[in-house]
C-alpha cells in the first residue's frame, strides 16, 4: 500500500514535474561551447540548490580548468549529495550529468530546442530531456514524492552528476578515484540512466556498453590552401591522399578492415547467444529510426549483435575543408579526417591505436605521397560489462516489473559511457544501467524527446528500485 501511495502521488505531481523540467531544459547547459559555459556551471548550481532544498548535504567540487580556442575555461561542477545516513541501510551512488549537446533550430528541430514543448501524443520535446536532464530530475522527483507522503526512503543515496560527460567527463575520473575511499567508501552498488530501452514499449536493464576510441587523421601538404586552376595536377593534394586512407578502413558492409581489430574481439558462446532470444526489437524500428531502409542486417539478432557486441568503425567528418553550399575550387593544404572504432570486450585501447597507426602509416606509404601524416587517438574508452544475475539487477528487475508489470529485457548497448567503467574499478561495486527513455527518444539528434508516460513511470520506476534494493539480500 505504501508504494500504492507513492504512484499515486507521482500522479498527482506530474505536471508540477513537467514544469520543473521545461525549467531545466531552458538553461543551455551546452559543455561543449565555450559561450554557454556559465550556463552550464549555473545548471549544476541548480542541482546543487535542489537537491537542499530536498535535505541533502551537499559537497562542489571543482574539478580543475580546459582550455578551448586559446581560451581558459572553468570546468563545470561536480556535484556531490549525500541523502540518508542511516548505518543499518545499503547505499546507493545515483549517477547522471546535466549538460547536454549543441541544438539550433535551424537543424531541423520542429520547437524551439531549449523551450520544452508536449505535443498531442505526449511527447515532452527539447535539448535534455531524455539525455539527461529528464532521468536526473526523476531521482529527485522519486525522493520529494516520498517526503510528500511522508514514507521513509528505504535506502541511503549519494548523487554525483557532472556537466561535462558530452565532451568527455573531462576532470570527473580524477574525481571518483579521490573519493573512492572518502566520500564514496560506503557505497554498495551504482546506479545510472542514460541510456534507453530497445524498443517503445517494454523497459530493459543494460549491463554492457562499447568502448569508443576516437582517432584524428591529418595530411599536411602546402604551406596554404590552393587554387585548384593554378596548382590543380602539379601537387601532392593532402584531402586525395586523406580520402585514399578513409576508404581502406570499412566497406560497405560495415565491417573493419584494419588488420587484428576483430582478432580481439571476446568469442560468442552459446550461454551468450541465448540471450539475443525474445528481446523486444525489430528491424521495422530500426526503419524507423533511420526513416530509410539502409540497414545492413535483415534480421534482428544479427542487428543487435552487431550494435552490442561487436566493434565497428564509423568516419564521422573532415576539418580544414570547405563544406559550406555551394562551389569552391580550393584544394585543403591540411584536412584532418576523424573516425572512431566502437570496442568490445577483449579489445584493449592501447592495442587498437597501435594497429590503427600501424595500418594508416603503412597504406599512407603505400600512396607514394611527399605529404605527410600525423595519427592521433584524441580519446578511448574501455568497454564495460557487468553480471545481470548480481542482486543490484535483481532489484532493478523487481522495479521494472511492479510498475510496469512486465519482466524487463537484458541488454547490453552500442553506446559508450565511460564513466561506468570509472564507478566499477575504483569503488569495486556493480553498476546497472536503468534506463527511462525509449529507444525513438532522439538523444544527440533533432526533437530529442521524452515520452510523458516514461518520465512519470520511470520516476515510479526509481523510488521502487530504492524499495526493492532495500529488500534484496546481498550476495
Keep these: 500500500m505504501s508504494l500504492e501511495k507513492f504512484f499515486n502521488a507521482i500522479d498527482a505531481n ?9 525549467e531545466i531544459v531552458a538553461i543551455k547547459s551546452i559543455s561543449g561551447e565555450p559561450e554557454c559555459r556559465a550556463d552550464t556551471i549555473f545548471m549544476g548550481e541548480w542541482f546543487l540548490a535542489e537537491l537542499e532544498r530536498l535535505g541533502a548535504s551537499t559537497k562542489r567540487v571543482e574539478p580543475g580548468t580546459q582550455e578551448i580556442g586559446g581560451r581558459t575555461l572553468p570546468l563545470p561542477p561536480v556535484v556531490l549529495a549525500t541523502y540518508g545516513t542511516d548505518p543499518l541501510k545499503k547505499t546507493v551512488l545515483v549517477y547522471g550529468h546535466y549538460d547536454v549537446q549543441p541544438a539550433l533550430k535551424e537543424d531541423g528541430w520542429t520547437t524551439d530546442p531549449f523551450t520544452l514543448t508536449e505535443d498531442k501524443e505526449g511527447r515532452l520535446i527539447g535539448r535534455g530531456s531524455t539525455d539527461d536532464k529528464g532521468p536526473v530530475l526523476g531521482w529527485l522527483c522519486a525522493i520529494e514524492a516520498h517526503q510528500q507522503i511522508g514514507l521513509e526512503l528505504p535506502v541511503n543515496v549519494k548523487f554525483c552528476f557532472e556537466g561535462m560527460e558530452e565532451s568527455g567527463s ?35 536493464l543494460t549491463y554492457g556498453l562499447r568502448g569508443v576510441s576516437y582517432f584524428m587523421v591529418s595530411v599536411k601538404g602546402p604551406a596554404a590552401d590552393l587554387h585548384s586552376g593554378v596548382f590543380g595536377g602539379t601537387v601532392h593534394e593532402p584531402m586525395t591522399d586523406l580520402v585514399q586512407l578513409f576508404s581502406k578502413l570499412v566497406d560497405s558492409q560495415g565491417r573493419i578492415l584494419i588488420p587484428g581489430i576483430m582478432d580481439q574481439v571476446a568469442p560468442l558462446t552459446d550461454e551468450e547467444r541465448k540471450l539475443y532470444d525474445g528481446l523486444e526489437f525489430d528491424t521495422a524500428d530500426l526503419r524507423a529510426a533511420l526513416g530509410t531502409e539502409t540497414e545492413i542486417h535483415d534480421n534482428s539478432i544479427d542487428s543487435l549483435m552487431h550494435r552490442m557486441r561487436y566493434p565497428s568503425l564509423s568516419i564521422h567528418g573532415i576539418e580544414g575543408a570547405f563544406y559550406a553550399p555551394g562551389s569552391k575550387t580550393v584544394i585543403p593544404s591540411n584536412p584532418i579526417g576523424k573516425f572512431s572504432i566502437r570496442s568490445v570486450p577483449n579489445m584493449d585501447p592501447a592495442r587498437v591505436t597501435e594497429l ?70 575504483a569503488l569495486d561495486k556493480n553498476v546497472l544501467l536503468l534506463p527511462m527513455g525509449a529507444c525513438d527518444d532522439g538523444a544527440h539528434s533533432i526533437n530529442e524527446k521524452v515520452d510523458r508516460r516514461n518520465f512519470v513511470e520511470g520516476i515510479k520506476m526509481f523510488g521502487s528500485y530504492f524499495h526493492e534494493l532495500a529488500k534484496v539480500v546481498m550476495e
Design 356 to 425: 590503427v597507426k600501424a595500418f594508416l602509416d603503412a597504406e599512407f606509404e603505400k600512396l607514394g605521397t611527399k605529404n605527410t601524416l600525423e595519427v592521433s587517438c584524441d580519446h578511448a574508452g574501455r568497454p564495460w560489462f557487468s553480471s545481470p544475475n548480481h542482486w543490484n539487477f535483481v532489484a532493478g528487475a523487481r522495479a521494472v516489473e511492479s510498475v510496469y508489470q512486465l519482466k524487463p529485457d537484458l541488454t547490453r548497448e552500442g553506446g559508450s559511457i565511460p564513466v561506468t567503467l570509472t564507478f566499477q574499478e
Design 14 to 22: 506530474q505536471d508540477i514535474y513537467v514544469q520543473r523540467l521545461k
Design 170 to 204: 573531462e576532470g570527473l575520473d580524477a574525481v571518483i578515484v579521490q573519493e573512492a575511499q572518502a566520500y564514496f567508501k560506503d557505497v554498495d552498488c551504482v546506479c545510472i540512466s542514460d541510456n534507453y530501452w530497445l524498443g517503445k514499449t517494454k523497459p530493459c
